[in-house]
């Protein structure tokens, strides 16, 4: 399989997806969930996605679609495009499926694929995650990763935008 299959490989419907974790429990593979914007990837989503995938052995990222980002960011944002912030987070080697959410949360996503474990960044509490009621409830684990300081994307654009070329 090349690198370009490889990665198209990992992004994802959902019937595909849900599939592909229904294997992966079959053979006791505890599945890591995580979502986000994801725009204008830094070493701060790295090194977060990373952590995440090490909390099991399969790692799925939802990422919010361009509608949703507007409605959450400002018509401004995002700054890439889905396809291409897919692209990017399938080819990192951690990440086994990519997958796109309209709304504005990942909960019936979550629902769905009924992950072992719900990953959030570090400016939530775990009692404000979206799902984690649902992910207790089915006995999986809820966690809370701290960023790495001094890197987002917010950051970087209002930085770019101060720039005069």
């Known amino acids: 399989m090349t690198e370009t299959e490889l990665v198209q490989d990992k992004l994802l419907p959902l019937v ?3 599939r592909r974790r229904c294997g992966w429990r079959t053979y006791s593979q505890d599945t890591v ?3 986000g914007v994801f725009d204008l990837i830094h070493p701060g989503h ?10 099991g052995q399969r790692l799925i990222v939802g990422v919010n ?14 700054i890439m495009p889905l396809a291409a912030r897919m692209q990017l987070l399938a080819g990192l080697f951690y990440v086994d499926g990519v997958i796109a959410f309209d709304e504005d949360t990942p909960l019936e996503l979550i629902k769905s694929l009924r992950p072992d474990v719900l990953v959030k960044g570090g ?9 984690a009621k649902e992910v207790r409830a089915w006995g999986g684990d809820v966690r809370v ?4 300081e001094g890197y987002s994307s917010t950051r970087i654009i209002e930085r770019m935008q101060g720039i005069s070329i």
């Not at 790295?46 to 909390?55: G, P």
Request: charged share 30%; hydrophobic share 40%.
């Open 16 to 18: 595909e997806l849900s």
């Open 33 to 35: 969930f995580t979502n």
């Open 46 to 55: 790295l090194t977060y996605l990373a952590e995440a995938a090490a909390l």
């Open 65 to 78: 679609s361009d509608e949703s980002v507007k409605r959450l960011k400002g018509d401004c944002r995002p």
């Open 123 to 131: 400016d939530y509490q775990v009692d404000e995650i979206v799902g």
């Open 145 to 148: 990763l701290p960023f790495l």
